[in-house]
C-alpha cells in the first residue's frame, strides 16, 4: 500500500499555460459585461414602469378634471341644452 | 483600474502554480484543471477586496480551490450519470469504470498505469479523504498546514488519513478482483 502512494510523490509540478491568464481577464471582463447588461435592462424596465404609472395618473386625473368641469358648470348650460 | 490588473498580475504570478497544480492534482486531466484554476482566479478577483485576513492568504487559496475542485468533480459525474442514465435506461450506482478522463502531464510515462488506478480509487473515495491524501501525499504539505487549511486538529488529519489510506487500499484490492 505504501508502495502504491509513494508513486503520487513523484508528481512532478507543472507550470499552467501561459493563455490561462488571458483567460481568466477575459472571463472577469465578460462578467463585468454581464453586470452592465443587467443594469441597464433594470433601468429600462424601470423606466418603462415609471411611464406607465405617470401615464395612468395622468389619464386619471384628465378624468377627474373633467368630471370636475362638468360638475362646477353652471346649471344654466343644461338649461339651454 | 491599471493598478488593480497590475496587482492582479502579481497575485497571479504568485500562486498560479499552487492553484493550477491542486486542481490538476484534484481531477487529474490537464483541461479540467485549467477550467477551474480560471473559475479560481475570477472568484479570488471578485472576493480579494471582502477578504477580512482572519486566516492568512494561501490557505484562503487552498480552500476556494479545493471547493471549486470537489464541485466541479460532483458536477462532472453528475452529468456523466444523467447522460448514461438517459441512454442505458439505468442509473449506475457502483460507477465501476466512470471517473477520471486521465490526462496529468505531471506523472512520468513509467508509473502512469498505476497512477490512473489509482485516480479512479481516488475518484470513489469521500471528500475529506480525497482531500487528505492530495494535501498530504501528493501535495506533500506538512500535517499541520493540511490541518489549517482542513480547518480540523493535526490529531484529526492523522486519523482522517488513516481512515482515507484504509479505504484506499481495500478499494484497489477490489479494483484488482475486477
Redesign the interface.
Known sequence: METSLEVLNKTQRITPPDALYNKIMESISDRADIKNIYASVICIALLITINLFSFRSYNDNEFSSNKKYYLDSPINYLVYE | MCKE?VDF?KF?EKY??L???LA??YTAN?EDA?EI??DV??TV??KLESFRYESKIETWIYRITINKSLDYLRSKKRLKNKFLSNLLFFNNKDGIDEGVNFN?????FE?KE??QI?YKCLDKLPNNYKTV?VLL??E?EPQKKVAEIMNISEKAVESLFFRA?LK??DL?ENKKDI
Open positions: 490588473k498580475k497571479y498560479k502554480e492553484v493550477f497544480n490538476l492534482n490537464k485549467e484554476a480560471q482566479f475570477v478577483f471578485k496529468h502531464p505531471g506523472v512520468e508509473n498505476s497512477v489509482i491524501i501525499k501528493i506533500g489510506k484506499l487500499k484497489l
